[in-house]
């Protein structure tokens, strides 16, 4: 799903890469935990998939297309195909829960009737079901996530990014979070998350790629936070 090939990226002006050649590989269907510490690479990672910024070298693929040569014209299509989650939510604040999601579907050019559907389904994937006329403000942070994951699933993305999606959530609600992506991933997304939410990596032991320095200082199946624990 997602292919790293000795990718660095220097910004202008700037001393040493943000990504110094990093090759990786991420497979369809897998969950991965993108950990480092501030400034070691995990948003110019995740904003190089998305195609808002190339690479200096290297190649990149997702879902088998080479990002870095897209045409810029297939930039939508590869967006569409990438469901994003952030940590402040950044749902329409004017626009209902159902409002959010519908959203999303008109976007992508669906027709009304088919939006009425999908909307109560994929509300009901996400745990919420009877807050569809909620307005955002409402919402605890827990159920704001909730609709995000939502909007961000409407297209049944194969990949799924998400940056620090529990960072402004307790560890409860975290956790709650947690389950919501687990089920989407089981619904064969494949989901990569940066964090440094150690309390919910370590509980999940899933895989775990450790950016420093903007390459790549540890890859582990099942794995914990903190190394050689
Ligand atoms: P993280 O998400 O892990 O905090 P970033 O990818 O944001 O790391 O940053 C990696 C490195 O690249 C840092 O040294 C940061 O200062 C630098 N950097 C990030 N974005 C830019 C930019 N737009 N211009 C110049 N340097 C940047
Ligand atoms: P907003 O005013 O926030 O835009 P609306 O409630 O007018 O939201 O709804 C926008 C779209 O969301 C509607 O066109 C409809 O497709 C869908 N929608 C609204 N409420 C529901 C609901 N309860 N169940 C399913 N879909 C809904």
Request: hydrophobic share 40%; aromatic share 4%.
């Amino acid at each position: 799903m997602i292919e790293l090939q000795d990718v660095t990226k220097r910004y202008p002006a700037s001393g040493r890469p943000a990504l110094d050649r990093i090759s990786l590989t991420v497979a369809a269907g897998e969950f991965a935990f993108l950990i480092g510490p501030s400034g070691s690479g995990k948003s110019t990672l995740l904003r190089l998939l998305l195609r808002e910024d190339v690479p200096t070298s290297g190649i990149i693929r997702v879902d088998g297309r080479d990002v870095a040569r897209l045409p810029r014209r297939k930039v939508p299509g590869l967006r569409q195909r990438i469901g994003c989650v952030f940590q402040d939510f950044r749902l329409l604040p004017k626009r209902s829960v159902a409002g959010n999601v519908a959203f999303a579907l008109e976007v992508l050019g669906r027709k009304p009737a088919e939006i009425r559907t999908a909307v109560p389904e994929l509300l009901e994937m996400v745990g919420l079901q009877g807050k569809a006329e909620r307005m955002p403000h409402e919402l605890s942070g827990g159920e704001q996530q909730r609709v995000a994951i939502a909007r961000a699933s409407v297209n049944r993305p194969p990949l799924l990014l998400a940056d620090e999606p529990t960072g402004n959530l307790d560890p409860d609600t975290s956790r709650e979070i947690m389950q919501v992506l687990e089920r989407i991933n089981r619904g064969g997304t494949t989901v990569l998350m940066a964090t440094h939410d150690d309390s919910i990596v370590d509980a999940m032991r899933r895989r775990v790629i450790e950016l420093s320095d903007g390459t790549v200082l540890r890859d582990e199946s099942h794995a914990v936070y903190g190394a050689g624990r």
